[in-house]
């Protein structure tokens, strides 16, 4: 069992700089086992993929939205993901998501565990 949960949203202002957390608490298995994502969801749209990253923090990918903008990141001693995100559009506004999982083959998922969201607000 795995309880995620995002801190760090708020309402900035385009162009700003903002970092997302996501602490974990793990009861089976380490934080180290599990791959960790971050994903997005804005007023009536679909979520979306945001970045990923795998159970050693060694491999990173990202969706061509935030690429060159957004930092994804893992502190295993903290059990804690982290996203930073520069250059912040209005675009970038949406409650953003964390998600856990061990069987994790592709951006996609498939994701076991997810926190309850932040809200990140861009104004113009």
């Known amino acids: 069992q795995v309880q995620l949960v995002e801190t760090g949203g708020g309402l900035v202002q385009a162009g700003d700089s903002l970092t997302l957390s996501c602490a974990a608490s793990?009861?089976?298995?380490?934080?180290?086992?599990?791959?960790m994502a971050w994903f997005r969801q804005a007023p009536g749209k679909e979520r979306e993929f945001v970045a990923r990253?795998?159970?050693?923090?060694?491999?990173?990918s990202y969706a061509d939205s935030v690429r060159y903008r957004a930092t994804i990141s893992r502190d295993s001693g903290k059990k804690t993901l982290y996203l930073q995100m520069n250059s912040l559009k209005t675009d970038d506004t949406a409650v953003y998501y964390c998600?856990?999982?061990?069987?994790?083959?592709?951006?996609?998922?498939?994701?076991?565990?997810w926190g309850q969201g932040t809200q990140v607000t861009v104004s113009s």
């Open positions: 998600a856990a999982g061990t069987r994790v083959m592709r951006d996609s998922g498939p994701y076991d565990y």
């Open positions: 793990t009861s089976r298995l380490p934080f180290s086992a599990y791959a």
């Open positions: 990253i795998n159970n050693v923090g060694n491999r990173k």
